[in-house]
């Protein structure tokens, strides 16, 4: 009898252990969870603190050059990271709807359209680098990129440049922005705060590798529209990046027609330039996991380009 009161006793006393154990671990991981998120709270800070009127006075030189040169109203419409609050400043790209409806440029083809804003602006910002890509007219500023789309009124939608440039294609740009809107308000306001932490990732990659910020946005819609974990930036981080990789592979679709135009750039489903980006996204999700294991705040900075 007192022997088995002795190996209960025994037992017992390992049991606590173990407890105390787990509890230590789970201590010290809440304390290394709230230290990383803390880390990844200051650099939104960093970015929210950007200078976004300075952009907006960016796209006012652009739309007075514009106007001066057709003796007409431009309206712009901030289709992108600003109107959705993801900009990021000297990281992330600032889209904006240029309306031409009121020029004669209306009766052009988009890369007409483009082409022509493309050389007006070079005469205008002789400094800066004008380049045309498939979709739009990019601007490097010294202190930020400016992307503009050509664009056509057609009620509460609008008309960009399809994939081949030649014909004019129908989008719900406002419509996009709701649905980030929503995904955001349905996950406690914690989307958007990812997207500016995964842009800035984002803006590390080889070019050929990044993504633009429509598309950037419209894949976090995807992959957060049913998340159901942890609502945290390094939770979210990863699963932006982990879960991306296999979404990016193929087209994204959605009910607003913007997304038709989002990621074309990247080819059809399983395209080689699809490949390559999801490859950048599983070794960024996998350098983000790793830094989470280590237990080091100074992994995950290194990532963001931080001193560790």
Known sequence: ????????????????????????????????????????????????????????KHLDQIRATIEAAHDSEVDLLFGGSIAKHTYVDGISDVDALVFVDGTELANESPDTVKQQLAQLLRDRFATTE????????????????????????????????????????????????????KVNAAHGNKVVPVVKLAKALMAEFPAQHQLTGYHAEALAVDVFK????????????????????????????????????????????NSLQRQVVADAFRRTARRLKVASMSKQLGAWKEIFGDEP
């Open 130 to 181: 004008v380049s045309v890509g498939n979709l739009a007219i990019t601007l490097k500023f010294a202190d930020a990129e400016v992307q503009l789309l050509p664009a056509l009124r057609r009620g509460d939608r609008a008309l960009i440049s399809d994939a081949s440039g030649s014909a004019w294609s129908e989008i719900d740009p406002r419509g996009f922005a709701s649905e980030l809107s």
């Open 226 to 269: 049913h998340y159901s974990e942890r609502l945290t930036p390094r939770d979210m981080l990863i699963h932006f990046f982990s879960t991306g990789s296999e979404r990016v592979m193929s087209p994204i679709v959605d009910s607003t027609g913007q997304s038709v135009h989002v990621d074309s750039y990247l080819g059809s489903a």
């Open 1 to 56: 009898m007192g022997g088995s009161g002795g190996s209960y006793f025994s037992s017992d006393v390992e049991q606590v252990k173990r407890l105390l154990g787990t509890a230590e671990v789970e201590l010290a991981d809440a304390g290394f969870d709230a230290e990383v998120n803390s880390y990844l709270g200051e650099l939104l800070t960093d970015f929210n603190d950007r200078d976004v009127e300075a952009i907006r």
